[in-house]
């Protein structure tokens, strides 16, 4: 090659390469970005699918079909009370089973009632079908801010109560915590159902939360949160 023909040769690709490289790139991502999309919204409706699974189960073993409530949520009531008996509320990757105030426990006792039990059986059964599907089940206690006249303290009752819901599930239903995750949290009169994540919630915002007895009987209750696996 002679001296001038080394001068005019381009190393560089032309502009018109460029320009088709960096297409190529953009349609590669926007491939990729779609095909993550489309793997969310399958898992998505997966769980979606998974939840209201959930739902239909329980209120179809009690011949009830499942009230939709706002901010998707679902009531099934079976024992002729206003509020419902069982109350879900779905979520993006969670499900909380909300159970009433007067279907598991006498007030201010931690010891199982036999329709409770019953309950458990129900809800403990649809729960055991679908371990596979469920990455964690965690138990929360709750009450209102009326103390208790039997423990030390509302958290005290909250956490014997939440116990009592995990030794049944573990030794009536069979859901081994060493093979299937199974926790017990208590909130006492400290977490109210109108409790958000605010940073500013305080001792007046929670006598608020308590200040009539609808309001009351819907803060004592026992919470099954599930997890989903995604």
């Not at 739902?55 to 901010?71: F, M, N, Q, R, T």
């Not at 001792?203 to 209750?221: I, M, P, T, Y």
Request: hydrophobic share 40%; glycine share 6%; net charge negative.
């Amino acid at each position: 090659m002679e001296d001038g023909d080394l001068l005019s040769f381009n190393f560089w690709p032309s502009f018109a390469d460029m320009m088709l490289g960096l297409v190529l790139v953009l349609c590669l991502a926007l491939f990729l970005v779609a095909a993550v999309m489309a793997v969310g919204t399958v898992n998505l409706k997966e769980v979606e699918g998974r939840q209201m699974k959930m739902v239909e189960s329980i209120a179809s073993d009690y011949g009830v079909k499942p009230k939709l409530l706002p901010e998707n949520r679902f009531g099934i009531y079976f024992t002729g009370a206003n509020d419902p008996d069982i109350e879900i509320d779905n979520d993006l990757s969670s499900q909380r089973i909300t159970f009433s105030d007067k279907i598991l426990f006498e007030p201010d006792h931690t010891e199982l009632k036999p329709e409770g039990q019953q309950v458990l059986n129900v809800v403990g059964g649809k729960l055991r079908a679908q371990l596979g599907l469920i990455r964690e089940i965690q138990i929360q206690g709750h009450a209102d801010t009326k103390p208790s006249q039997r423990y030390r303290s509302n958290v005290e009752l909250t956490a014997n109560r939440a116990i009592a819901v995990f030794d049944f599930l573990k030794d009536k239903v069979g859901i081994i915590p060493a093979e299937h995750l199974m926790s017990v949290t208590s909130f006492g009169e400290y977490k109210s159902v109108q409790r958000k994540a605010d940073a500013d919630y305080d001792l007046n915002k929670l006598e608020v939360d308590n200040g009539s007895d609808e309001l009351r009987r819907r803060n004592r209750r026992i919470e099954l949160v599930l997890i989903y696996r995604r």
